[in-house]
């Protein structure tokens, strides 16, 4: 079955620190992937998205993230974390059979707390 | 722009309560709209996808007669839980996505459902 994993639960940095989230997909074909951020109180919102081209993308709010196809990986950094970041992090991905529908499957999330 | 309006955010209601939750796109056209259920500390499960002016496609699992989706236009699809239990209860998220294989979900605020 396709599955997204996350393997940070539950991060905890001090603000100007990097950042590094890592997620991994289970899929043989091909995927498009992204990185939701959900604020305190707020709805999911996408950070950033990867469909093709240059496996380095970059987000809104100084995010990026890098498709490694040949781990299956699809990690999200930040060279300095503020205190703003604290929010919940998800990453999803859309297999390419599912692209007209749009279907994502999420990983379980991280909990980033930045602290001033 | 891109914005998803859900209705409402939070209902409390007595067992055996049928309970509507409305989920609209504001500001865009939607054929396809989401609807996901989060449990606390864990991912977000597609429950079906939802495509207007045709039956809703139910994930495994997913009791079509219990979680009645209604897609009657392109700007509003309904989640009704028909004879709610306290199992029911839990946190009901809708996306809606543009038509287009390179577009991104944008997700309501949630619906904290909770069945006495």
């Known amino acids: 079955a396709q599955s997204v994993s996350q393997h940070n639960h539950h991060v905890i940095l001090s603000e100007a620190a990097s950042l590094e989230l890592g997620c991994n997909y289970s899929?043989?074909?091909?995927?498009?992937l992204f990185w939701y951020v959900q604020y305190p109180g707020q709805h999911l919102q996408l950070l950033l998205k990867y469909f093709s081209g240059d496996p380095l993308v970059k987000g809104i709010k100084g995010f990026e993230a890098e498709f490694i196809k040949s781990k299956f990986s699809f990690n999200l950094r930040k060279p300095s974390v503020q205190w703003s970041d604290t929010a919940e992090y998800f990453c999803a991905v859309t297999p390419h059979g599912s692209s007209n529908t749009g279907k994502l499957i999420f990983g379980q999330g991280t909990t980033l707390q930045v602290k001033p | 722009g891109a914005v998803v309006s859900q209705h409402p955010s939070r209902v409390i209601c007595k067992s055996g309560t049928s309970v509507k939750i409305e989920c609209r796109s504001l500001?865009?056209?939607?054929?396809?709209m989401f609807w996901y259920r989060q449990f606390p500390k864990q991912s977000l499960m597609l429950m079906a996808t939802s495509n207007e002016g045709s039956k809703a496609t139910y994930e495994q699992g997913v009791e079509k007669d219990k979680f009645l989706i209604n897609h009657a236009s392109l700007t509003l699809s309904t989640l009704t839980v028909t004879s709610a239990h306290p199992e029911d209860s839990s946190f009901y998220i809708c996306s809606a996505r543009l038509p287009g294989g390179d577009q991104p979900q944008h997700f309501g605020d949630g619906t904290r459902l909770s069945i006495l």
């Open positions: 500001d865009f056209q939607a054929t396809t």
């Open positions: 899929y043989g074909g091909t995927v498009n």
